[in-house]
């Protein structure tokens, strides 16, 4: 209040946790430059500075920035764990890169990416390593038409052990492999080896060791001098460490290959933790789609890019700061609260549904990163592209193997061919007498105001003038007023029939099943008939044989419930003990009008392991 003692009002407006990360975001920093930074490197050069970089920068706090001569600064798509590459330009190309000096500790390891523009006719030096504090000299790397090779040589240039390993498909030069130098103290020997990991494999490959008199010291220089052999060779991620560096555990492994082959929910807790962000999970790990190369970008397009390929739902925490993701299986088959039209549940405004083709789409392609995609068009059914034409959609997933990229296209042509109404809008008012006059409706308030995104909700009892089922509607946002006398929710939905699959085990038996394909009344029957005939051509399944069957069938909009079907014989079937106009529809029906399953089962996209 103000001195006047009157009330103040002051508009505020509202904005989700999406928003804020929207705002001044950076990109996430690589995969490899992430991890490499949680280590207490001697110098660690990721080479992802930009184009016009003059000096490399150097990650390790105070450390000298690396120097170099005509090289070319950019990125690698065959290489997601980085954000960039140097390119040595020429054989005028010179790169000059500095650790800093500490104490020795017994272990010395050098790590770096690289990727040459051909295999090379002759050998050819690729970098010398200059060492101090021990009585290792110079460590030469060099890359022959058969083999990579390492030598060391002592304070004097005398050589005093050296290694070569070949080199076999497919982890030739001409593609991104992740190199490390291991120096290692025993007793007055030096362990020296050198191992490569190429990004989809799981171990080390081709680990040689040499061992020799000495002391390790520690890894001080790298120089690189252009040679014709080697222009065109691109390298990332040069890094110096004083420390035994497990290129073969799991965390590596993951990094190398940037998170490739994780879970959805997986990348989306470990980015939401890794940068500061609430986030959280509706279900559980299980059937969720494996992701490809973690997208180098800020962390909500790469939480978006979870969503999308897990085609679940995201959406902010309603009692927190969190910010959530619902499962794709978590979305099948719910049951939730219903709301009777015949009660007055909805309103004040009672909505309408919409006949239109907002949602149409029927060809979609499906494509990822690396360029391959997935299709899937439908050309049958009311919203098909014989009846409509095509109406083409482009998606973007980055599912682990290009394999999964027709099922995802699948699906989303599935959602946009539902032969179905859309009820945009769907509003209650919970301060009317409908939601307060018991506590029965209380209650039953409370649990509609608990209704989230990627919820199912129904509306029972629909008036004559709309179809006779239920409508069964998936809550996609809300609108919640609060005020005198008011309390209002307004949801945009969508229909959830697209959701509803196929898995008899998360369903009684008795609400779905599968229907003959061409079934007719025999005979015509009246408003109070409750047995007939069914006839169905010899082509076809019969109908299931028994009593107590408690079948949902629908003839001309009535649906009935059949008890008992005889054998099949003659071209029919006795169809009796039926309760009819169970939807409140009863008519009398004509000789060949069809008869179907009231709610079949719809086939939708499958879990993995499915």
Not at 148 to 156: P, T
Not at 304 to 325: I, K, S
Request: glycine content about 10%.
């Amino acid at each position: 209040w103000d001195v006047s003692g009157n009330d103040i009002y002051v508009r505020a407006q509202a904005a989700d946790v999406a928003r804020r990360l929207s705002k001044g975001a950076v990109p996430v920093v690589s995969p490899l430059t992430d991890y490499f930074s949680t280590l207490d490197g001697t110098a660690h050069f990721p080479c992802e500075d930009g184009t016009a970089a003059t000096s490399l920068i150097n990650k390790v706090a105070g450390g000298t920035r690396g120097t170099f001569t005509d090289v070319q600064f950019g990125t690698a798509s065959d290489l997601p764990a980085s954000a960039g590459t140097l390119t040595i330009n020429s054989t005028n190309t010179r790169i000059n890169l500095t650790a800093q000096t500490r104490t020795n500790t017994g272990f010395a390891c050098f790590n770096w990416a690289q990727k040459m523009a051909s295999i090379p006719a002759s050998s050819v030096t690729m970098f010398d390593l200059k060492l101090t504090g021990g009585t290792i000299g110079t460590v030469n790397f060099s890359v022959t038409a058969t083999t990579y090779a390492i030598a060391a040589y002592d304070l004097d240039g005398t050589l005093l052990g050296s290694s070569s390993t070949s080199w076999t498909t497919p982890t030739p030069p001409n593609v991104w492999e992740l190199f490390r130098i291991q120096l290692s103290q025993s007793g007055g020997n030096v362990n020296m080896d050198l191992g490569w990991y190429h990004p989809g494999d799981n171990v080390l490959t081709g680990i040689s060791t040499v061992t020799f008199a000495g002391t390790a010291g520690r890894f001080r220089t790298m120089k690189t001098v252009g040679a014709t052999n080697n222009v065109g060779t691109q390298f990332a991620q040069f890094f110096f460490g004083q420390f035994f560096l497990d290129n073969t555990e799991a965390e590596y492994v993951l990094v190398a290959n940037a998170f490739a082959g994780e879970t959805t929910a997986a990348r989306w807790l470990r980015v939401g933790a890794g940068n500061g962000i609430d986030t959280r999970i509706v279900g559980t790990d299980d059937h969720c789609e494996t992701m490809g190369a973690q997208i180098i970008d800020t962390p909500l397009n790469i939480l978006y890019d979870c969503v999308e390929t897990e085609q679940g739902q995201m959406y902010p925490d309603r009692n927190t700061a969190a910010l959530m993701m619902r499962t794709h299986r978590s979305l099948i088959n719910q049951s939730g609260p219903e709301i009777d039209y015949s009660l007055q549940e909805l309103g004040p405004t009672v909505p309408r549904p919409v006949p239109d083709d907002a949602l149409l789409r029927n060809s979609t392609t499906a494509g990822r990163a690396d360029g391959s995609t997935g299709f899937h068009e439908r050309t049958d059914g009311p919203k098909g592209t014989l009846a409509t034409g095509v109406v083409p959609n482009l998606i973007n997933r980055n599912p682990y193997t290009s394999s999964r990229l027709d099922d995802l296209a699948a699906f989303d042509t599935f959602l946009g061919t539902w032969d179905e109404d859309r009820w945009t809008q769907v509003m209650v008012e919970l301060a009317r007498g409908n939601y307060t006059s018991t506590a029965a409706k209380i209650r039953k308030g409370h649990i509609l105001a608990q209704i989230d995104v990627g919820d199912l909700f129904s509306i029972v009892n629909p008036p004559s003038h709309l179809p006779p089922d239920d409508i069964q509607l998936m809550m996609q946002g809300v609108t919640e007023v609060l005020g005198n006398r008011t309390w209002r929710l307004t949801w945009n939905t969508s229909p959830y029939g697209p959701y509803v699959r196929n898995d008899l085990s998360l369903r009684p038996v008795t609400l779905y099943h599968t229907s003959t394909t061409t079934s007719t009344l025999d005979a015509g029957i009246t408003t109070t008939a409750t047995s007939f005939d069914v006839a169905t051509p010899s082509t076809s399944r019969p109908w299931r044989v028994g009593s107590g069957l408690a079948l949902s069938i629908k003839v001309g909009g009535e649906v009935m419930t059949v008890d008992t079907i005889g054998a099949y014989g003659s071209g029919k079937q006795a169809f009796s003990s039926v309760t009819r106009s169970v939807n409140g529809i009863v008519k009398a029906h004509s000789a060949g009008d069809a008869v179907n399953i009231a709610k079949p089962i719809v086939a939708a996209r499958l879990p993995l392991d499915a």
